[in-house]
């Protein structure tokens, strides 16, 4: 376990916050793309919502 911590870290310390010379400049980092995500997961919560809605209900 120690090893593949030690491994992880050196790894992680290779990766600068700079762009290399000449290079394009990296994204912003707090723009994430939650468009697809989050609209599945409001699909399903929707989905889930009417299940338990129509399981509740008296049926006639």
């Known amino acids: ?3 593949l911590w030690l491994v992880s870290s050196v790894a ?3 990766q600068s916050e700079e762009p290399p010379e000449g290079g394009p400049m990296p994204a912003d980092p707090t723009a994430v793309p939650i468009d697809g995500g989050a609209s599945l997961l409001l699909a399903a919560g929707v989905g889930l ?3 338990k809605l129509r399981r509740k209900a008296p049926q006639t």
């Open 49 to 51: 919502g009417v299940r």
């Open 12 to 14: 992680a310390l290779a």
């Open 1 to 3: 376990m120690l090893a």
